[in-house]
C-alpha cells in the first residue's frame, strides 16, 4: 500500500487526551486485523488473488483465536480502488483467496477512498474498526488491533482499543518506537493480548480523538 497519509496529534488534543484515567487494557473481546503487510505480503495494488501470500505464523495466529473463541474481522484501506488501479470485484476476490489461506477471517471491511478524500474510514480514521467492531457485536474500546504502521495504532488509539504493531522492514523505526504494543509476530502478538500482561498507560504520541479532521494530507 501506497503510505501517504500522516496525521500528528497537536499538542492541545494530545494533552487533552492524557486526562483520559483508563488506557487500553484487558483481554481482547475480538480482534481486527490489517491486511496488507499484516496477514498477507504488501504487494501494492494487488488484484490478483493468485499472488496472495499469507504471512508467516498468520494461519497460526487466527487458529489460536479460533480456539480460544475470540472473532476476527479485517480492517483494510484499499486506496487503488479510488486511485482507479483496481476494482473491489479485485479486492474482494483477494480476500476471498486470503480468506481461503488461512482458514476464515471474519469480516473483511475495506477503505476504499484516496487520502485526500477525507474520508472517516481510511486508517488512521477510526471508522473500519467501528464498524467491524459492531459486525462482531463487540464495544471498539474491547477489541484489540494488530498492524504493521503507525496508521493502524492510531486507528486503534482513538477508539482505546489495544494496538498490537508487528513490524515489518519497511515499518518505520519512529512507528516502532511508538507503538502501545509490539510483537515479532503475528502468532506473538495473539499471544500476547491473550496471555500477557496489559499494557501500561499509552504512550505518546496521543491520536487525535473521533471524529478524525476531514482534512488529512496527502
Ligand atoms: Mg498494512
Ligand atoms: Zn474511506
Not at 21 to 39: I, K, N, S
Not at 140 to 167: F, H, K
Not at 199 to 212: D, F
Amino acid at each position: 500500500m501506497a503510505r501517504t497519509s500522516r496525521t500528528d496529534a497537536t499538542p492541545s488534543r494530545a494533552s487533552r487526551r492524557a486526562q483520559v484515567p483508563a488506557g487500553p487494557v484487558r483481554r481482547p473481546e475480538a480482534v481486527l486485523f490489517d491486511r496488507d503487510g499484516t496477514l498477507c505480503v504488501d504487494l501494492p495494488y494487488n488484484g490478483d488473488p493468485r499472488r496472495v501470500r499469507p504471512t508467516a505464523t498468520a494461519a497460526a495466529a487466527l487458529a489460536r483465536l479460533r480456539s480460544a473463541g475470540v472473532p476476527t474481522a479485517v480492517v483494510s484501506n484499499q486506496s487503488g480502488v479510488g486511485r482507479g488501479l483496481i476494482t473491489m470485484d479485485q479486492v474482494e476476490a483477494v480476500n476471498r483467496r486470503l480468506g481461503e489461506l488461512l482458514g476464515g477471517l471474519g469480516p473483511v471491511l475495506v477503505c476504499p477512498h484516496l487520502p485526500a478524500d477525507g474520508c472517516g474510514c481510511r486508517k488512521p480514521a477510526p471508522g473500519l474498526l467501528v464498524a467491524a467492531a459492531a459486525r462482531l457485536g463487540v464495544p471498539p474500546e474491547r477489541c484489540a488491533v494488530v498492524g504493521d504502521i503507525g496508521a493502524d495504532m492510531a486507528a486503534a488509539l482513538a477508539v482505546r482499543a489495544r494496538g498490537v504493531l508487528v513490524p515489518t522492514p519497511v515499518t518505520r523505526a519512529e512507528e516502532v518506537a511508538a507503538a502501545p504494543e509490539t510483537a515479532t509476530d503475528l502468532l506473538a502478538a495473539v499471544e500476547l493480548l491473550l496471555t500477557g500482561p496489559a499494557p501500561a498507560a499509552p504512550r505518546q504520541p496521543q491520536p487525535q480523538p473521533w471524529p478524525w479532521p476531514r482534512a488529512v494530507p496527502a
